[in-house]
């Protein structure tokens, strides 16, 4: 496999690790992108994809562990007040 093909792989990688992360952050898959568009492992297209694929990646997870959150919330809150009758 090229290098090329190796940082794509890499990239696309850590870009799936962030929807699982407990701390979704699209920052260090940011400064993977941006280290092998400087070594000119990717080119300026890839970039901005990768870029935009991670932020959406963390905004989507984020708003997942919000939504799971507020569900354990509401459920302990039901429990609390009788509302499991």
């Known amino acids: 496999m090229s290098r090329q093909a190796d940082a794509v792989v890499m990239i696309e990688r850590q870009i799936a690790q962030i929807g699982t992360s407990q701390y979704p ?3 260090f898959a940011k ?3 941006q ?4 070594h000119g492992l ?3 297209r890839q970039l901005v994809d990768f870029e935009d694929r991670a932020n959406e990646a963390a905004s989507r997870r984020r708003l997942a562990l919000r939504r799971e959150s507020m569900g354990r919330r ?3 809150l039901n429990l609390l007040h ?3 009758q």
């Open 35 to 38: 280290a092998n568009y400087a």
């Open 74 to 76: 509401l459920g302990a």
């Open 42 to 44: 990717i080119d300026e």
């Open 31 to 33: 400064g993977m992108i």
């Open 82 to 84: 009788g509302g499991a």
């Open 25 to 27: 952050d699209a920052e």
